[in-house]
Each structure stands twice: as C-alpha cells, then as structure tokens.
C-alpha cells in the first residue's frame, strides 16, 4: 500500500512537471496576446507584407502572408493595424516582444518621481543655519524635485508673522529665475509656507550663471 502510494505521488508530480514545459519555436497565437495580433489573429483579406530582411514584398492575401511566415520559421505580425491595408512584417514575434518590453523597463528607470521636499525655518533662523538650508533646498531642485519652504511659529513667535513673510520674500528673490512658485505664501495655524518647482531648464541656466559670476 505504501509503495503505491509513493508511485502516485511520484507520477503526479511528473506530470506537472510537464505541464509546465516550454516549447521553443514558433510563437503561439494566445487570446491575451498583447497588442500586436499576429498570425491566426490577423484578419485582413490582403495585408502590406514584409520580408523578415526588411524588403518590400507589395500587397498580397493574408494566406500568401501566412505561407511565407511558416516557410520562413518566423511570425507574422501586423505592425501598423490602421494602414490600408494593414502593414505586418514577417519576424521572430518572441525576440521582437522581448525587446519591446526591455526597452519599456529601460524608460520606467530613466523616468523621474518628482517628490515634494519640506525644508523647515524658524521666524528667527541665524544666517549660517539659513545657508545651510537653502543649500539643501537647491540640491533637491537640481534633482528635479519640488521644494516646500515652511516657516514653523512657537509660543509668542506667532504674534510676528511677518519675519516669516519677509523670510519667505527673501527666498524669493534668491530663487528667481530658477523656479516657478505655485501661488503665494499660505498661512497655515503655526506655519507659513510655499511651495516651488525647479525650471525645465534649471541644470543650464545655473551653469550660466556660474560662467557670468566667474567672468567677473
């Protein structure tokens, strides 16, 4: 009894095992095949065929199309769906989509997250501690990110708010021509702030600025 139950086990994971396999060769035609169709999902009379070397084989039926794939080993692919007629290419469809999609992944890692970064003053900030934070501020703008300066009130603080405007307005006039402010300060319970974004631009117009400050 036991041994049979061993061999059951045994014939049951072999067969999915095999189920699993991958087969090499020509791609298979799949219902969730994503954009392109290829070979029995194309269903034009007569496509713009060509060849898997690049040349121009003219307008012929979909079947002529289908023939020259197989007798190449290779897919048939409908590259521009919208053409009249269709346009579809003869290709190894496996490698092609492979490509695709690296390049995809390629361009969602050049892509940017731009992030809101907070740099927090006090109404009374010292000078040193200001320049170390503006600092601050500009290496997050050159990674292309926003800025949110807040200016925080403690205790009796609040009764002055304007040192926080006028803190603000001096981060202002530093930051002109480098960035865009979203709308004007806002005063907020104990805060005052506004947020900026770096210019498209930012990289070259402080590259020219550095040229100008040195040439002087």
């Known amino acids: 009894m036991a041994g049979e139950l061993i061999s059951s086990a045994f014939f049951i994971k072999k067969e999915v095992l095999i189920s699993i396999r991958i087969r090499r060769g020509k791609a298979k035609t799949k219902p969730t095949a994503p954009k392109e169709r290829i070979n029995g999902q194309i269903t034009a009379r007569s ?3 060509i060849s898997e070397t690049g040349e121009q084989m003219g307008i012929v039926s979909l079947r002529e199309a289908l023939n020259a794939a197989d007798k190449a ?3 048939l692919v409908e590259i521009a769906p919208k053409a009249n007629p269709p346009v579809c290419r003869i290709m190894d469809f496996g ?3 492979y490509q695709k999609e690296r390049k995809m ?3 969602r890692k050049k892509q940017h997250i731009i992030q809101v970064k907070e740099i927090k003053f006090g109404p009374n900030t010292e000078e040193h501690d200001y320049k170390f934070k503006l600092n601050n501020a500009m290496k997050f703008l050159k990674q292309h990110n926003k800025v949110k300066f807040t200016v925080r009130f403690r205790g009796r603080q609040l009764a002055h708010k304007e040192l926080g405007y006028q803190l603000l307005e001096r981060i202002t006039k530093e930051l002109d021509g480098l960035v865009d402010f979203e709308g004007k300060p806002k005063s907020e319970g104990r ?3 506004m947020v900026v974004t770096p ?3 930012i990289d070259k117009i402080l590259e020219t600025r550095n040229v100008q400050e040195n040439d002087e």
């Open 199 to 201: 210019k498209k631009d």
């Open 191 to 193: 805060t005052i702030s």
């Open 73 to 75: 080993g290779l897919d």
């Open 95 to 97: 490698q092609y989509y």
């Open 47 to 49: 496509v713009r065929l």
């Open 105 to 107: 992944r390629e361009a």
